[in-house]
């Protein structure tokens, strides 16, 4: 069964620090995505970044990065010097090539204090 | 380009009323999605489709039923409304890469 687990319900933190969400996922499948996706206070759905389980290489752009571990089944996403505009709910999602499906995370509400 | 139009955007229906949401996309996508989003809560598939008429169960299709007679409309149907179906349901397609997500219709079953 495929599972996306986000342990951190909600994060505070004051402008400019640097924030890392969590993301640790199970599949059993060889050939996975992994995605994040952003919701701000306006509800709908952006999406950030997609990952294949072939590519381990980190990612970067602008504020923020990604690091891809399949040795921990972590896919986290860190936003550096966050800002006001960071402010958002954020989900980790896995899609698998078997299934179809796209199963996502509880989500991480992140909130940055000005 | 539109990409993925849903509605209505806001709806409130009263228990044991029926109605229809509506999704199409125009991406020529093959794959699509219904999912919905409880308040403070992370999204729960409800049903998806691989192509015009095939669909098929996700985590939480009771109280649902679909219909894919065409590649780009994805209707959702709830027959018999709860408040358990009190919601914000997002309809979704893909070529299998990133979903591209409608903006949502938030329904209240009252």
């Known amino acids: 069964a495929q599972k996306v687990t986000q342990a951190q319900t909600e994060i505070s933190v004051v402008e400019k620090e640097d924030v890392t969400l969590d993301c640790v996922y199970e599949?059993?499948?060889?050939?996975?995505?992994l995605f994040w996706y952003k919701q701000p206070p306006s509800g709908e759905l952006v999406f950030l970044i997609r990952?294949?389980?072939?590519?381990?290489q980190n990612e970067i752009s602008g504020r923020y990065s990604w690091n891809f571990q399949k040795s921990t089944s972590s896919f986290n996403f860190t936003i550096t010097a966050s800002q006001v505009v960071d402010s958002a709910v954020y989900f980790c999602a896995l899609s698998t090539s078997g299934t179809y499906k796209y199963i996502f995370g509880t989500g991480t509400r992140l909130k940055v204090l000005a | 380009n539109a990409g993925v139009t849903q509605t209505p955007k806001f709806r409130i229906l009263k228990i044991g009323q029926s109605m229809t949401l509506q999704c199409t996309q125009d991406m020529n996508h093959n794959y699509m999605y219904w999912y919905r989003q409880d308040p403070g809560m992370g999204l729960k598939l409800i049903y998806y489709?691989?192509?015009?008429?095939?669909?098929d169960k996700g985590e939480v299709p009771n109280g649902y039923n679909v219909s894919r007679s065409t590649t780009e409309d994805f209707p959702l149907r709830l027959e018999l409304a709860a408040p358990s179906q009190t919601s914000v349901y997002f309809c979704a397609s893909t070529k299998m890469a990133e979903l591209f997500f409608g903006s949502g219709t938030q329904l209240s079953v009252l």
């Open positions: 599949t059993r499948d060889t050939t996975y995505y």
């Open positions: 990952r294949n389980s072939f590519d381990e």
């Open positions: 489709s691989v192509g015009a008429g095939i669909t």
